[in-house]
């Protein structure tokens, strides 16, 4: 079936294509002398357009540097006047670079079509018929409010007349790919993402296809950029992306032709409001606070036992503690959340407890706390060095047990490092995002903390300026807690200057 | 003749060998004097062996027996932790709590605030009371130290080095007093320094300790 629109799609594509282009359609340029061709494309793009690029290679076509962003990453990229042809995953980000002169509105093709499916975990009974289903499940991933995958989704669930139904129950991941991420995972009983996703993930299967009537308009817009160094090789790639032999790929990888835009008048997507810098303020403040009232007992244990004791496995111990400030924080929430999620290792045992990690309050702060506690664990274990066991050896003689002897003499001295040591990991927790957004989502007044909500005020067009302002409380805070640290660190180099003579 | 002497422990006796990288101690020592000193060069393991009296180096093997009492033992595998020995010690670099006044670093032991008074008279520290360590002179701290732990009532005093930072006319008369009162309490008393005079004023008997070999003087 889908075999039969194809010609449909090509004539379509030809009589809105590119009108530079119109005459080299299918016929691959001369291979470009020097740099190859900068194609700024949509991050779903990923999996199936280097192949085609190949194939353009194949067929005598220049070189072709691919690269892959969400559309609110490509389209600032795309006014820098390095690119030469940008591929947005939906119409509003295209428009954007548009209206900056990026590009010429009449160059501006609609390259392919995507579709909206609700996908479950594999293992899932198939009983979902239909979007009103959804409101019976206790989660559903969808992309972020920001992200085009995010947007088209809420407006099918508009469309449908459920979202109000369904809207409790939505996490949202930071890309269409951490909501298909968490369907796999269980973690979510049913996603909303673009047919072309399924491929990649074989725990989830297709429950239905979103149907037409409440579908918006999936569309892949291209546009040769205003400042493409290469313009005419590009305008060549375009009309080769248009052709035939690109289209059997593309299909191929399960994407269809552009529907007409007068086909289906679907409303465009509601703009969410903007997510609340108050919320996300005071959630930062609580995240932190509690990370940093968590950890401390734990860094206060691990900090004296590598500061005093010697013990096979020291090495790894320390290693493993250390590993969250090297590891990337993605893959420590991945790790976390193989961990903790509903399906991972510790899982069902915190069920049993009434616990649940993910997408819940817990999530960012347990992020954060095994993000920061290296920072904690190498403060306290340098305070507790740089106490001379001696004293303590002192009060032992004097007939004061070990363990009263340690709150009587290495804590007090050690107080000002251990201090500064909160001070870092506060710091550090009100910065952590990378593992925070993987295990915890994106839910606002939930899960939504300053880091957060900067990113997600900076895919959302028109969102810079409220970014802004939680940009300077994120500064702000730092400073305030830094210059704590280094004070406070002065502190206990002073305390222990006074005990040496 | 020689029942009393069977049945009476001798006061100090031990045998002990420890090797700390390049310090190979070996020390035996029985005596029933109730003040020894014990005199050397620096380096030769004074501190050490005086760290193993007092319980807080604990890689020592062999025995010690104090006033009847065994402290250690490696054939029983006896070994008395410092808090439960009884003894005072007076480390050579005073080792004052730095976040503590005078009166605190005193009490510290748990003693009531009439017996630090008396104390610190003895010591000649009572108007030092509320300072704390960093605000006092090298031999004011010493003093401080020697009085935290005559405070805590041991019933051996371990001394190393313990009047250095005084001049000397100041140092016999401390000296005298520390003695008498030792006395009074029947205390035992070990004494490391390097200087005769203190050696001879303090201790009724002296030993020598060279390249980590105890031998009677």
């Known amino acids: ?501 | 003749m020689s029942a009393p002497a069977t049945v009476t422990a001798r006061a100090l006796d031990l045998a002990v060998s420890l090797e700390l990288g390049k310090l190979a101690l070996r020390a035996e020592l029985a005596t029933e004097r109730r003040a020894v000193a014990i005199v050397g060069p620096s380096g030769a393991g004074k501190s050490t062996l005086l760290r193993v009296l007092a319980g807080v180096e604990r890689r020592a093997t062999g025995r010690i027996a104090v006033g009847g009492r065994t402290w250690l033992d490696g054939a029983s595998g006896t070994f008395v932790e410092p808090w439960e020995r009884r003894v005072g010690w007076v480390p050579q670099n005073d080792l004052l709590f730095p976040h503590l006044t005078v009166a605190q670093n005193l009490g510290f032991a748990g003693a009531a605030r009439a017996q630090i008074e008396e104390t610190a008279d003895l010591l000649s520290v009572a108007s030092l009371l509320d300072r704390r360590p960093r605000n006092l002179s090298g031999g004011e701290r010493q003093r401080v130290a020697l009085g935290r732990a005559l405070l805590a009532k041991p019933d051996l005093l371990l001394l190393d080095e313990p009047f250095s930072a005084l001049d000397r006319p100041l140092r016999l008369d401390l000296v005298r007093r520390v003695r008498e009162l030792a006395d009074r309490a029947s205390m035992m008393l070990v004494l490391v320094s390097h200087d005769e005079g203190d050696a001879a004023a303090l201790a009724e008997e002296r030993w020598q300790l060279l390249d980590g070999v105890l031998r009677r003087a």
């Open chain 1, 1 to 501: 079936m889908r075999r039969t629109l194809l010609p449909g799609w090509i004539l379509l594509a030809a009589l809105a294509g590119a009108p530079s282009a119109a005459g080299q359609q299918g016929a691959p340029a001369a291979p470009a002398a020097g740099e190859p061709l900068l194609v700024l494309a949509a991050a779903s793009l990923g999996d199936v357009l280097p192949a085609v690029a190949e194939l353009w290679r194949a067929q005598g076509g220049g070189p072709v540097e691919l690269s892959f962003a969400a559309s609110s990453r490509l389209a600032p990229l795309a006014l820098e006047g390095r690119a030469d042809l940008l591929i947005t995953a939906d119409q509003e980000w295209m428009d954007w670079v548009v209206e900056r002169a990026g590009a010429r509105r009449e160059d501006v093709v609609d390259l392919l079509g995507n579709r909206l499916v609700v996908t479950v975990p594999a293992d899932a009974p198939s009983a979902l018929r239909s979007l009103a289903d959804l409101a019976s499940l206790p989660r559903v991933a969808l992309a972020g409010e920001s992200v085009p995958a995010g947007r088209y989704a809420q407006s099918a669930l508009e469309a449908a007349g459920v979202w109000e139904s369904v809207a409790p129950r939505v996490v949202r991941g930071e890309s269409v790919r951490s909501a298909l991420e968490w369907v796999a995972r269980g973690e979510a009983d049913a996603g909303i993402v673009y047919r072309t996703d399924l491929a990649l993930q074989p725990d989830v299967r297709l429950a239905f296809v979103v149907p037409d009537d409440v579908t918006p308009r999936v569309a892949y817009p291209a546009a040769v950029l205003a400042s493409a160094p290469r313009a005419a090789e590009a305008a060549a790639l375009l009309a080769f992306l248009q052709s035939d032999a690109a289209a059997a790929v593309f299909a191929a990888a399960g994407f269809e032709p552009p529907r007409p835009a007068t086909a289906t008048p679907v409303q465009a997507p509601t703009q969410s409001p903007l997510p609340s810098n108050r919320s996300a303020l005071a959630l930062s403040l609580i995240v932190a606070l509690a990370a940093t009232a968590l950890g401390l007992v734990p860094a206060l244990l691990l900090g004296r036992l590598l500061a005093r004791r010697d013990f096979p496995g020291k090495t790894i111990v320390t290693t493993l503690i250390l590993m969250p400030l090297v590891l990337p924080p993605v893959v420590t929430g991945f790790l976390l959340l193989a961990l903790l999620g509903s399906r991972g290792l510790f899982g069902p045992a915190l069920a049993v407890l009434g616990i649940a990690v993910p997408f819940t309050l817990l999530a960012p702060i347990l992020a954060a706390l095994v993000v920061g506690l290296p920072l904690y664990v190498l403060s306290v274990r340098g305070a507790f060095e740089a106490v001379d066991p001696r004293l303590e050896e002192v009060a032992w003689t004097l007939g004061v047990r070990p363990r009263p002897t340690f709150f009587r003499i290495a804590l007090p001295l050690a107080l000002p490092g251990i201090a500064a040591g909160a001070t870092l990991a506060f710091a550090r927790a009100l910065g952590e995002f990378g593992a925070t957004v993987v295990l915890a989502g994106n839910l606002e007044g939930r899960t939504r903390t300053i880091p957060l909500a900067v990113y997600a005020l900076l895919e959302a067009p028109g969102g810079t300026r409220a970014a802004w302002a939680l940009a300077g409380a994120s500064v702000l805070l730092s400073l305030v807690a830094l210059a704590g640290f280094e004070l406070l660190s002065r502190g206990q180099r002073r305390r222990l200057e006074e005990g040496s003579r």
